[in-house]
Antibody
Framework: QVVLQESGPGLVKPSETLSLTCTVS??????????WTWIRQPPGKGLEWIGY???????KYNPSLESRVTISHDTPNNRFSLNLRSVTPADTAVYYC???????????????WGQGTLVTVSS | EIVLTQSPVTLSLSPGERATLSCRAS??????LAWYQQKPGQAPRLLIY???NRAPGIPARFSGSGSETDFSLTISSLEPEDFAVYYC?????????FGPGTKVDIK
């Protein structure tokens, strides 16, 4: 069973960097043909795909955030991380990590998800 | 960017009734469409992938259909635990996008 767990500060000041980590158990972040993904949801609003890091380390980001975001592996600890620079109150959201899996060359959607962590941007 | 439009915004039904939710894409996504259920305070849960495949552990009352630009999620007989918000999501083109959601609430 694959389980994901987000961790990081719940409060970040404007103009600073939001840093979150997703710890994965039950799968390796560097093998298995998985796309390790970050998604966010502002309070009371819908879901926004932030980007992913593939097993190989290649990344893809949402163009709306690309200039400010980095997703990376922490291989020894089987984790992957999100850094979002120069945050504003508009970046306040619940941040989820999720696995996008492909089995037998078939896309299987985002499953599972972490429980999510609320990050508030405020001075 | 592919825009997903969901209708209706809210669906008010009673337990035991049939629910049909719609998702329309601004351009073809083939069958690269998934459906998720989200309850208050919880992460979304995958229901359907590749338009019509139920995820492991999802009850048979949930079914998905469609291709290209028009998709639907059907709940054949609503159970009390099915009242939630439902999102569609495409992974045909970057950036991957979600629809705005349909809320299924109790009539």
């Amino acid at each position: 069973q694959v389980v994901l767990q987000e961790s990081g500060p719940g409060l970040v000041k404007p103009s600073e960097t939001l840093s979150l980590t997703c710890t994965v158990s039950g799968a390796s972040v560097t093998s298995g043909y998985n796309y390790w993904t970050w998604i966010r949801q502002p309070p009371g609003k819908g879901l926004e795909w932030i980007g992913y890091i593939f097993d190989s380390g290649s990344t893809k980001y949402n163009p709306s955030l690309e200039s400010r975001v980095t997703i990376s592996h922490d291989t020894p600890n089987n984790r992957f991380s999100l850094n979002l620079r120069s945050v504003t109150p508009a970046d306040t959201a619940v941040y989820y990590c999720a696995r996008e899996a492909w089995y037998s060359s078939t896309w299987r959607g985002f499953d599972p998800w972490g429980q999510g962590t609320l990050v508030t941007v405020s001075s | 960017e592919i825009v997903l439009t969901q209708s209706p915004v809210t669906l008010s039904l009673s337990p035991g009734e049939r629910a049909t939710l719609s998702c329309r894409a601004s351009q073809s996504v083939s069958t690269f469409l998934a459906w998720y259920q989200q309850k208050p305070g919880q992460a979304p849960r995958l229901l359907i992938y590749h338009a019509s495949n139920r995820a492991p552990g999802i009850p048979a009352r949930f079914s998905g259909s469609g291709s290209e630009t028009d998709f639907s999620l059907t709940i054949s007989s609503l159970e009390p635990e099915d009242f939630a918000v439902y999102y569609c999501q495409q992974r045909s083109n970057w950036p991957f996008t979600f629809g705005p959601g349909t809320k299924v609430d109790i009539k």
